[in-house]
């Protein structure tokens, strides 16, 4: 099974400021099958990005993915009021999917 | 609109099974795409249950599998998933969500709001 770690944990960042968040697989995850996904409290997760770096349909463009093999990246460039939330990566290359802890972005 | 809408039991007993069904609508299941459960412990991560091809094949989490059914009703445009020998770890909430694409290999685009089930006897 392939292990998802998340870093950082939380971050206390101003809107208008840039967020990086980050995704290490412990294995390559195939054909960078890798996904990003929002979710705020009492709300399922929504697809942001998916192939490490393709926007899902209506997704603004302040967000954006990177990396291949194990290391991936979530990169929002302008905080937003509306993007304080909890983002997960899954890799679905392997079975099972599996999804990283969760990085929390929290407003400063 | 692409809708997925879980429904069943809020609370379970130790050790019984747990059936919840995911009804879609605006799109119709038997036409294509994987079909998943998806969990969530309170204040936790998610966690892939299985998945479903619109053909009736299934997929599993192998920490899960000896204890998980998934299955489609293409008439009533329902999948659904039973989940036997319940404990206090399956306290969950349970999320179907939809594959974004007819791929095995594909993220999960529609959700539900998704159903909290209590295991308590």
């Known amino acids: 099974e392939i292990v998802l770690t998340q870093s950082p944990g939380s971050l206390s960042l101003s809107p208008g400021e840039r967020a990086t968040l980050s995704c290490r697989a412990s294995?390559?995850?195939?054909?960078?099958?890798l996904a990003w996904y929002q979710q705020k409290p009492g709300q399922a997760p929504r697809l942001l990005i998916y192939?490490?770096?393709s926007r899902a349909t209506g997704i603004p463009d302040r967000f954006s993915g990177s990396g291949s093999g194990t290391d991936f990246t979530l990169t929002i460039t302008r905080l937003e009021p509306e993007d304080f939330a909890v983002y997960y990566c899954?890799?679905?290359?392997?079975?099972?999917?599996?999804f990283g802890q969760g990085t929390k972005v929290e407003i400063k | 609109q692409v809708q997925l809408q879980e429904s069943g039991p809020g609370l379970v007993k130790p050790s019984e099974t747990l059936s919840l069904t995911c009804t879609v609508s605006?799109?119709?299941?038997?036409?294509?795409?994987?079909w998943g459960w998806i969990r969530q412990p309170p204040g936790k991560g998610l966690e892939w249950i299985g998945s479903?091809?619109?053909?009736?094949?299934?997929y599993y989490n192998p920490s899960l599998k000896s204890r998980v059914t998934i299955s489609v009703d293409t008439s009533k445009n329902q999948f659904s998933l039973k989940l036997n020998s319940l404990t206090a770890a399956d306290a969950a909430v349970y999320y179907c969500?939809?594959?974004?694409?007819?791929?095995?290999?594909?993220?999960?685009?529609?959700w539900g709001q998704g159903t909290l089930v209590t295991v308590s006897s």
């Open positions: 294995q390559s995850v195939s054909s960078s099958y």
């Open positions: 192939g490490a770096s």
């Open positions: 605006g799109y119709s299941i038997s036409s294509d795409y994987y």
């Open positions: 899954q890799q679905y290359g392997s079975s099972p999917w599996t």
């Open positions: 969500a939809r594959g974004k694409s007819g791929s095995y290999h594909t993220p999960f685009d529609y």
């Open positions: 479903i091809y619109h053909s009736g094949s299934t």
